[in-house]
Antibody
């Protein structure tokens, strides 16, 4: 049974860099699209982007300029960095395994436990 | 406002059936596979339905999905108090080049 465990700093000041890492346990790492999704307080879900084991990335165009994703296949881990954060980046950030199919058939299972990131001066 | 449109809330009594709608356009729901997620209070979303109407292992057949054109529906029969949660639909949007989600529907089991 695949499990995702994530960690990272939970409190940032405006203009700092958000950094999160997600580790994959108990399943294959290759072939899937490893994704980040966030949920602002009291709001819906926003897809941030995805990366595969080869380092291929696909970012949400609305966030593309501030995002970097990376992968460490030897450790079965993938990471997210968001530059120049503002209060609008305050959210619970989830990592998730995206389906090993074309983008038109993308769903997410399982999800990590979530990390609350708060941006405040 | 979310790209996909869901009703903010639905409610029904225990044992009854409820449906949750998800509306989009041709560039998202019309041309791509739809998935549904259940988010219990304080927890991460959980995949309920994928590829429009398929259930992952362990999801009871009380949950069903369907899609027609640019709309989709999640059905839940035999409602239980444990089904009280937020439900989200999601799919790929060709025009936006991104995965998009609905705004979520809060299910209350009266």
């Amino acid at each position: 049974q695949v499990q995702l465990q994530q960690w990272g700093a939970g409190l940032l000041k405006p203009s700092e860099t958000l950094s999160l890492t997600c580790a994959v346990y108990g399943g294959a790492f290759s072939g899937y699209y490893w994704s980040w999704i966030r949920q602002s307080p009291g709001k819906g879900l926003e897809w941030i982007g995805e990366i595969n084991q080869s380092g291929y990335t696909n970012y949400n165009p609305s966030l593309k300029n501030r995002i970097t994703m990376s992968v460490d296949t030897s450790r079965h881990q993938f990471s997210l960095k968001v530059n120049s954060v503002t209060a609008a980046d305050t959210a619970v950030y989830y990592c998730a395994r995206g389906s090993n199919l074309p983008s038109s058939m993308r769903w997410f299972d399982p999800w990590g436990q979530g990390t609350l990131v708060t941006v405040s001066s | 406002q979310s790209v996909l449109t869901q009703p903010p809330s639905v409610s029904a009594a225990p044992g009854q059936k409820v449906t949750i709608s998800c509306s989009g356009i041709s560039s998202n729901i019309g041309d791509n596979s739809l998935s549904w997620y259940q988010q219990l209070p304080g927890t991460a979303p959980k995949l309920l339905i994928y590829d429009n109407n398929k259930r992952p292992p362990g999801i009871p057949d009380r949950f069903s999905g369907s899609k027609s054109g640019t709309s989709a529906t999640l059905g839940i029969t035999g409602l239980q108090t444990g089904d009280e949660a937020e439900y989200y639909c999601g799919t790929w949007d060709i025009s936006l080049s991104a995965v998009v989600f609905g705004g979520g529907t809060k299910l209350t089991v009266l």
